[in-house]
């Protein structure tokens, strides 16, 4: 005899109608038989609830998977661009007021600045200058504590902080401030100490206003650090637009563009904080870099803390935009000196290639993980729609 396999798998207990209390053994009451198909249809709406939110959990894990890989990508794609310029020889057009400059050249031609009369100095009697009082707390000039990679890149950042500030000492602490300027009973700058005296001495005065920056005195970046840096990049939280995707042209964040020559890497406050949390974090904070100046723009939602493009846009903190034509800042970050380059171009080359392929296979997973979502909910809804039924008709 065949036998449904619908009966094998959900048998329905005999039903005996009885009539004043009266009725055949064995089998079950009207209210009975009513309760045990409601307690039937509440255990599948539980088990198809729970394989609801299994499925919905899974979407949030392999969402979570994607976001990781859209991080580690555009990482990496940062990286090959820097790699990707470190290798390319200077464009003949880059200014040729650098051609063959390293950035203390630069600076000398800035005969008549702090940093000007300080490297005039450095360059005539090396070493013993730091032996000096007051240039003892005198890390360096900005100019000189970072390199950046890209030459457009070099460009935009000398342009948003300007020449005062590319041309700005660096000191340790407040009391290497105080020693590079005194002043008289009237208030009025000795130009006969400190770092005026200096200049005198060799036939040049320090003119107009320069500034001092004060490691010790700056709120540095308290956050993590991305691991296993030697530079010690800032964690920083990568911008994204309303919709939830990173914005189309984002490069990176201008602070962690920077790297900083590894003399200078050691340099470290009292506090234990590097140029890149105190110095270069100050200057920049979440300064965000992007391909193009419409890229930018469409960016604006997500640009908190000012950004810039490599075609030459501005846009500073508190909605200010920087228009017109670059102004031509004739001091800027050197190159890093290229080693490995190319070897190491490749190797993120394959690193990108193995996140794009998992990428693509956690968003076939994502698709069919939908699917099943679903199913499940389409399923769901029919077996409510049962049990409504079932309540309806044991009502009356």
Request: proline share 3%.
């Amino acid at each position: 005899m065949l036998v449904d396999p619908r009966e094998m798998a959900s048998p329905v207990p005999r039903v005996v109608t009885q009539n004043n209390g009266g009725g055949e053994g064995g089998g079950m009451s009207q209210a009975e038989f009513a309760m045990f198909n409601s307690r039937r249809l509440q255990s599948d709406l539980e088990a198809m609830g729970r394989k609801i939110k299994q499925h919905e959990d899974n979407l949030l894990f392999l969402k979570s998977q994607k976001n990781k890989l859209d991080e580690s990508i555009l990482d990496l794609q940062v990286r090959m661009s820097q790699l990707q310029s470190s290798a390319t020889p200077i464009s003949e057009n880059f200014g040729d007021n650098h051609q063959g400059e390293d950035v203390d050249e630069q600076i000398l031609r800035y005969e008549n600045s702090a940093a000007g009369v300080l490297g005039l100095v450095q360059s005539r009697h090396g070493s013993q200058v730091s032996q000096l009082t007051l240039t003892k707390g005198v890390v360096g000039v900005v100019a000189q504590l970072g390199r950046v990679s890209d030459e457009n890149l070099s460009q935009a950042l000398s342009d948003y902080l300007g020449t005062r500030s590319m041309l700005a000492l660096v000191c340790k602490d407040y009391e290497s401030v105080k020693g590079l300027e005194s002043y008289d009973n009237q208030g009025n700058v000795d130009k006969n100490a400190g770092l005026h005296g200096l200049g005198a001495s060799i036939g040049r005065n320090i003119e107009g206003h320069f500034d001092a920056i004060c490691l010790e005195t700056l709120r540095p970046y308290v956050g993590q650090y991305i691991a296993d840096d030697p530079q010690r990049r800032l964690d920083l939280l990568k911008p994204k637009l309303p919709n939830g995707e990173y914005p189309p042209g984002f490069l990176g964040f201008a602070v962690n563009m920077i790297q900083i020559v590894p003399a200078y890497l050691l340099c470290v406050t009292a506090n234990g904080y590097g140029l890149r949390e105190t110095l270069f974090y100050s200057l920049f904070s979440r300064l965000q870099v992007y391909k193009t100046r419409v890229d930018m723009i469409n960016a604006r939602p997500c640009i908190s803390d000012g950004a810039i493009s490599l075609d030459g846009g501005i846009i500073r903190s508190g909605g200010i935009f920087t228009l017109g034509s670059c102004d031509e800042v004739n001091i800027r970050f050197a190159k890093p000196i290229a080693s490995r380059v190319m070897d190491n171009y490749s190797e993120t080359e394959k690193q990108m290639r193995e996140m794009k392929w998992k990428k693509d296979k956690t968003l076939e997973d994502i698709k069919r993980e939908q699917v099943l979502r679903e199913e499940a909910v389409f399923n769901f809804g029919k077996k409510k729609e049962e049990f409504v039924r079932f309540l309806a008709q044991t009502a009356y």
